[in-house]
């Protein structure tokens, strides 16, 4: 249509008619309908064929939440060597409120966890990330979405998890991904995560979880490409009240867009078992 | 079939036809190998609400465990069993799973450090075939080419040979790092789970050991800049009827071979895998694969077994490198001895 009126073969009354009217439609398309302040055009999302809406795709974070997930400044980083590369940018954090709500031991424990980053934190041993923390680590995830469960493939470290929607599962064990149950309210997938064997960290600072923590999540689209991501984390051991993280997924839209292999053992193992090499 | 004379003689028409069937299974077993997987007459292949054949469901190659990747020679040209051999099999197996309920170890039996038995996953109902491969005839793997013969095998270390002096003696499998596709569903001792979901689009297989996850795009899109090499390589799938078809290229060469957990000679970076899943029935899937590895092999070749679905069988997170004690002990351990011989070396 814009071609036609540009090549002028359309008279001018009719141009002017058409730019009001489609200015118009816009206009209403946009509005909130209801009096709500929402900009979820749910209608524009990808959804599956009995109407749930479908996650599946590339999917990754922006920001510097994987270093600290509380807001904070710019930073040094644990090795000098690396320069600029290996320092910590300032970042807003994704903790609802900006405090973790921790008792007066576990803000200890904190703070040891952080002075001793390089020995302790599991991301540098690649061990698997656990979760939320898998979710806004600096590489992508896929989501593969059945007609039941939903895959998430983490690049990091190969980790991944099925969560199961339909009949409730008792986590069988303690594991490092956890067991993950699923259930739809509304065009919200709702995620139970249990069974969480408490060795994950939130991030490179040292904020920690435990064997009784136990996480909720909640994914929704909020247009084709942007997952606005919840978690609720509860541990009545560490934490004095219940608290919320909240971030942004966005789709992955290069054209050659893919999950990658990231298999970090190898480069690991120089730090683990280096001082047991024969000399 | 609404009316009753119809509904009174469908059950015979059936048992007829079914009983055909059983006569003709044996004959047709073989000629089947070359034609691709028998699927069950009677039964349809499931769809996903989106359209493409429904492969869903957590899978187990168990039920070949045990069965070597290459036919002992005596057996030529044999790929099945004969009957009575099957049947001597499954009286075996029936054997195996007695001794697996076993709880504690008879008061006059040795014990041994090894693991009890019931701690190995087991088949549940006996392999038909002599080998894994199944081509060519001889269900032996092709001879490696003079390039392939030197590449260096990373055995797994025992005490003396080869000796424990890094990692890097060990296998990627030792390591927790990869088996590599082939070695990630060839059926082993345990971990033998491939979980298949798939979403429009995308068909992903969660493999239990080591915890690979394959995200095979089916949308037609071009394999991904040869540039990028890994240990799992880059798989494109696409249908053929109701198979799915897996062409897996951009393998990291010289890491993991084509043996049971990867083991054996290293492959090369030239590897092309092509897999094909079929769904002969409600709890099977032929899975056949041609391995095609010109700096390595000096033909293609062929392996296939059936993956069967279980009742109650379940991936679980096999957290491998997290709790791989076994590496720093063997290594201290190599260290130990090191200095032991050293210091009787002094006093002598």
């Given at each position: 249509m814009l071609e036609f009126m540009k090549r002028k073969v359309m008279p001018y009354r009719l141009r002017v008619w058409v730019v009001v009217s489609t200015a118009l439609i816009v206009l209403f398309t946009a509005m909130p309908s209801n009096g709500q302040t929402s900009p979820t055009t749910t209608s524009q999302i990808p959804r599956m064929p009995d109407g749930k809406p479908n996650l599946t795709g590339l999917w990754q974070t922006l920001g510097t939440a994987y270093w600290d997930i509380r807001d904070h400044s710019a930073q040094p980083g644990p090795l000098f060597q690396l320069g600029a590369t290996g320092a910590m940018p300032a970042g807003q954090g994704i903790v609802e409120g900006g405090e973790i709500p921790y008792t007066p031991a576990a803000a200890a424990k904190q703070k040891e966890n952080l002075q001793n980053r390089m020995a302790l934190d599991p991301e540098i041993r690649c061990y698997m990330p656990g979760i939320p923390r898998a979710n806004y680590m600096p590489f992508p995830f896929q989501i593969i979405q059945s007609q039941r469960d939903v895959a998430f493939a983490y690049e990091y470290a190969s980790s991944n998890r099925v969560v199961n929607v339909g009949k409730f599962r008792e986590a069988a064990v303690d594991t490092w991904m956890g067991t993950s149950n699923g259930h739809w309210e509304g065009d919200t997938l709702v995620v139970d995560v249990s069974g969480l064997n408490g060795n994950s960290w939130f991030d490179r600072s040292g904020n920690f979880q435990t064997d009784n923590t136990h996480v909720v999540e909640r994914f929704t689209l909020g247009d084709a490409d942007h997952i606005n991501y919840e978690a609720s984390i509860e541990d009545e051991t560490i934490y004095t009240r219940p608290w919320k993280i909240s971030t942004v997924f966005y789709r992955r839209k290069e054209k050659n867009a893919q999950l990658n292999e990231f298999k970090c053992v190898e480069f690991t193992e120089e730090l683990i078992y280096g001082h047991l090499k024969k000399k | 079939m609404g009316h009753r004379p119809a509904v009174s003689i469908a059950p015979m028409v059936i048992l007829a036809v079914l009983a055909g069937m059983f006569a003709l299974a044996a004959e047709s077993a073989i000629a089947q190998a070359d034609k691709g997987a028998p699927v069950a007459k009677n039964w349809t292949p499931p769809k996903t609400p989106w359209g493409d054949p429904d492969l869903q469901g957590t899978w187990t190659s168990d039920d070949c465990i045990g069965t070597p990747l290459n036919r002992p020679a005596n057996l030529g040209e044999t790929l099945y069993y004969s009957k009575q051999e099957l049947a001597q099999r499954e009286s075996q197996l029936a054997k195996q799973q007695q001794n697996d309920l076993q709880e504690f170890v008879a008061p006059d039996q040795r014990v041994g450090t090894g693991p009890p038995s019931h701690w190995a996953e087991r088949a549940r109902r006996p392999c038909k075939q002599t080998s894994l491969v199944v081509d060519p005839l001889n269900g032996r793997t092709p001879d490696l080419l003079p390039e392939a013969q030197t590449r260096r095998i990373p055995e797994g270390a025992n005490n003396d040979n080869p000796k424990a002096d890094s990692w890097e003696d060990f296998s990627y499998y030792i390591r927790c790092i990869s088996r590599g596709v082939t070695g990630s569903i060839f059926p082993v001792i345990y971990g033998n789970g491939q979980q298949i979901l798939q979403a429009p689009g995308y068909v992903t297989i969660l493999q239990e050991m080591v915890h690979e996850a394959r995200v095979i795009p089916v949308d037609g899109r071009p394999h991904a800049s040869p540039r990028i090499r890994s240990y799992m390589g880059d798989p494109r799938g696409h249908w053929d009827g109701d198979t799915l078809v897996v062409e897996t290229t951009n393998f990291l060469g010289n890491r993991t071979g084509i043996g049971l957990n990867g083991g054996g000679t290293p492959t090369s970076d030239a590897l092309k895998l092509i897999e094909r899943y079929t769904r002969?029935?409600?709890?099977e899937i032929e899975y056949e694969v041609t391995i095609d590895d010109p700096k390595t092999f000096t033909r293609p070749f062929k392996v296939a077994f059936p993956l069967t679905q279980e009742p109650g069988y379940q991936n679980f997170e096999y957290a491998c490198h997290e709790g791989n004690y076994a590496m720093s002990n063997s290594l201290s351990g190599a260290r130990a001895q090191e200095k032991a011989a050293a210091e009787a070396a002094k006093k002598k």
């Open positions: - | 002969t029935g409600s709890s």
